[in-house]
């Protein structure tokens, strides 16, 4: 086998089954333009070995075939072992509102481009700055829900370390939010009921400023219960009134996380008093991203920016003949 190659047998949680995965062994790079920020400039705590260098991929089905999400194949990436943030500024107006996106991949990868890099475009595109983070994976998953202690570090050190340059990127301190995928929407829902203390020892100043998200968006999420069988909220996530504004999305059809998990969830953040939205809809399965399918599931992009708008994250578009207000 060639040195530069390897065939990787990779246990996707996103798509429910063992999958193939063509990968050069090389670490995961932004498009060109855009630079990754180390995270953790000493050194991640509660570090652990991985089998190797960090590696990033298209994944394939068993017979070699690109798996294909919206009729394009996906990128995950590796053996994460040293976190990263990339940030993407706004195109054409800029809100002042900014995004902290954590790709998911079932704690295992990272679906870096199908819920990552495609993410972004889209929030830049609406004038919100979007903030990449490659957290680390696999992780050393524990109890009955699967929870990632190191995945919650990282997020509450991104969140600290936007704020901290808030006015040099842009950003409104006062607007930045959180959005996730699969075991991302999990970390959403960590973050937003674990934020009046850091979980590591502080490495700097941006480690005293709050890491607590306002507002967060959790797509298809994980861990949130033990089972469809059982669905009880996780006991980690300890819902209160100060949990940010929350929208969720799932499908009943998901094969992979049960939409109980955002039921539940919704149902937690309703009984504290915290405004939030669940949509749900029939079909669409999981892992989907921001592709267009057939299913109408695909079209959650618009719902989001709406639910943005009446939450005061995003401006309205000013309708005609408006009067200004002041």
């Not at 995961?28 to 953790?40: D, K, M, N, S």
């Not at 998200?213 to 209160?240: E, M, Q, W």
Request: hydrophobic content about 40%.
């Amino acid at each position: 086998m060639r040195s530069a190659l390897r065939v990787l047998v990779v246990t996707l949680a996103l798509l429910g089954h063992a999958s193939l995965a063509w990968a050069a062994l090389s670490p995961w790079q932004p498009a060109a333009g855009y630079t990754q920020i180390p995270l953790w400039p000493g050194g991640a705590p509660h570090a652990r070995p991985v089998a190797g260098p960090e590696i990033a991929g298209t994944v394939v089905d068993r017979a070699g075939n690109p798996k294909r999400v919206g009729g394009k194949p996906w990128t995950f990436v590796d053996r994460v072992s040293q976190p990263t943030i990339t940030v993407y500024s706004p195109q054409g107006t800029n809100s002042g509102a900014a995004v902290v996106v954590f790709p998911g991949g079932g704690y295992n990868v990272l679906a870096m481009d199908l819920e990552g890099t495609e993410v972004c475009d889209w929030l830049t595109s609406r004038g919100v700055t979007c903030v990449l983070l490659k957290y680390r994976v696999p992780c050393a998953k524990v109890g009955p829900y699967r929870d990632c202690p190191t995945a919650l570090e990282d997020a509450q050190r991104a969140m600290g370390l936007v704020r901290s340059r808030a006015a040099e990127w842009g950003i409104d301190p006062n607007k930045i939010g959180v959005l996730g995928f699969s075991a991302g929407g999990h970390m959403v829902a960590e973050i937003s009921t674990h934020f009046e203390k850091r979980v590591y020892p502080a490495v700097d100043g941006s480690d005293s400023i709050s890491c607590r998200p306002d507002f967060a968006v959790a797509l298809y999420p994980g861990h949130l219960v033990h089972s469809r069988a059982n669905p009880k909220l996780n006991p980690r996530i300890r819902v209160t009134p100060r949990t940010p504004p929350t929208f969720l999305l799932h499908a009943q059809d998901d094969p992979v996380d049960p939409v109980e998990n955002s039921r539940v969830y919704h149902a937690a953040l309703r009984k504290a008093g915290v405004p939030a939205e669940l949509k749900v809809f029939v079909k669409g399965g999981h892992a989907f991203g921001l592709r267009r399918t057939e299913s109408p599931i695909t079209e959650w992009p618009a719902l989001v920016e709406t639910w943005l708008k009446e939450i005061g994250v995003i401006p309205s578009p000013k309708r005609e003949g408006e009067a200004n207000v002041r």
